[in-house]
């Protein structure tokens, strides 16, 4: 290094004896007065040896919070939930210097991607030479949470959203029949990162079951998003109410029941007579059946052609129809034979939704009495508000026993001298013809009985 000093005579044997001795002592800038004069002399200095340190520090299309400085070693960054990866450079200008990113190496002044995820993301890079100490940035990107707490949809195992879903509406009506008591809700969010409870209940990956009361209540859709952000769907449900139809336990028997005095008095009273008495009610009341049964049927409702509460079809396994069936016609009358003990009977509704029991069952098949000569069978079709019955009347012919050879005594007998011989717990004898008015007036009264009890049981059938 060259040094220009100015030169007086007063300062040569300084010189001189410096320069004698092998050394050389840099002085940076000297003043000296030379004859009055200030003089400068300048002197060359060596560079310096470039450090570990990083000339640029950037990423794309990201703002740091601060100019990048060499000095500076800290520096942050934030991006929106939806940037996914940024792309990031770094150089030195020492090219003996190794760039490392995260313990990786990087080429100075190229690019390179990295991926984010939500939340702080940090990046150490190092600079080091392997001569000088190393020097170290740390850089920290911040990548936002998502907000997303929309639904792509809602599935439901019964009924219909209403309106259609769609993500932006958050109510929805749904209405289901009585008979469904539970429904599966299955919500599919539309960012995987949120979460979803259905009235309280973690959704995972299959559907939640939701019991459902008869009539209004809801169902609440929570879905919170990775920043805490919270919306809500909620399905108003409608469970219908149950109809409710009042049908006949059984109906009662084609001959009612005589009261225990009136049976008592009557088994007195034909005690020794019963083939006659038997011979002379069927005579006297076969007919007056028959019109009273008629006359109370042929009252019975018609309902209309387009009534959904009617039968198409009407069969039984056996016996013979007093008519053809027709969808109006609501009574029926069908022989059977006397060993006949039950019969199958098959209805068909005209509306494939109506309801049918027959006496109040919806067993098919019916028991005919053994004892009776008819039993009557109710077949009742509802559909809504809407109820029809159908009536059946089994008639048997019931084997009568042979009363040829009393018939005969009887008439012999009263041939003779026109008496007839009372039994021996009798009080007092009795003509045959007194005996025979009180057997027709007892008959009369009894079967009279009969059939006003009959007329009530069809009056009964019309309060329906």
């Not at 007086?8 to 050389?24: E, P, Q, R």
């Not at 850089?139 to 932006?168: C, W, Y």
């Not at 599966?184 to 309280?200: A, E, G, L, R």
């Not at 050879?405 to 008496?419: D, M, R, V």
Request: hydrophobic share 35%; charged share 20%; net charge neutral.
């Amino acid at each position: 290094m060259r040094t220009k000093v100015p030169i007086s005579k007063g300062v040569n044997a300084v010189l001189v004896s410096i320069l004698c001795m092998g050394s050389f002592t840099y002085i940076p800038t000297a003043y000296a007065a030379v004859d009055g004069q200030e003089h400068t002399s300048t002197v060359q200095e060596k560079p310096n040896t470039p450090s570990n340190s990083l000339s640029r520090l950037e990423i794309d299309g990201v703002q740091l919070d601060q100019a990048f400085s060499a000095d500076v070693t800290k520096y942050t960054a934030a991006v929106e939930n939806d940037v996914q990866k940024i792309t990031l450079l770094a150089a030195s200008d020492n090219t003996n210097s190794v760039i490392t990113v995260n313990g990786k190496p990087v080429t100075s002044g190229t690019s390179a991607v990295y991926s984010l995820q939500a939340g702080d993301n940090t990046f150490l890079i190092t600079v080091n030479d392997g001569t000088n100490p190393p020097s170290t940035y740390t850089l920290t990107v911040t990548r936002k949470q998502s907000n997303n707490n929309f639904l792509q949809d809602i599935k439901i195992s019964k009924g219909e959203l209403s309106p259609k879903f769609d993500s932006a509406v958050t109510a929805y009506d749904v209405q289901v029949a009585n008979e469904v008591d539970a429904i599966t809700v299955t919500p599919q969010d539309m960012d995987k990162t949120s979460s979803i409870k259905v009235n309280d209940s973690l959704f995972k990956d299959t559907g939640i079951s939701v019991q459902l009361p008869v009539g209004a209540s809801e169902i609440t859709i929570a879905v919170t998003a990775e920043n805490g952000e919270t919306k809500t769907y909620t399905l108003h449900v409608t469970r219908e109410a149950k109809e409710h139809v009042s049908l006949p336990t059984k109906a009662p028997s084609a001959t009612p029941a005589i009261p225990t005095q009136e049976r008592a008095k009557g088994k007195a009273a034909t005690s020794n007579t019963k083939k006659p008495i038997q011979q002379t009610m069927q005579k006297n009341t076969k007919k007056p059946i028959q019109q009273a049964m008629q006359k109370n049927t042929k009252s019975l409702p018609k309902t209309e052609m387009n009534s959904a509460a009617t039968l198409s079809a009407l069969t039984v396994s056996q016996g013979t129809w007093n008519k053809t069936f027709s969808s109006n016609e609501f009574t029926y009358h069908i022989s059977e034979s006397s060993d006949v003990k039950t019969i199958t009977i098959n209805a068909s509704p005209s509306d494939s939704g109506a309801a049918i029991s027959i006496n109040g069952s919806s067993d098919t098949t019916v028991q005919l009495e053994d004892t009776k000569p008819k039993t009557i069978i109710s077949v009742v079709v509802t559909k809504g508000e809407e109820r029809k019955t159908y009536v059946l009347v089994f008639e048997k012919d019931i084997k009568q026993e042979n009363t040829s050879e009393a018939t005969t005594k009887a008439t012999e007998s009263t041939s003779s001298n026109n008496t007839v011989s009372t039994p021996a717990n009798a009080d007092a004898p009795v003509t045959a013809a007194v005996q025979n008015e009180r057997q027709t007036n007892n008959s009369s009264s009894l079967w009279d009985r009969i059939v006003n009890n009959i007329g009530s049981f069809f009056n009964w059938l019309l309060s329906f």
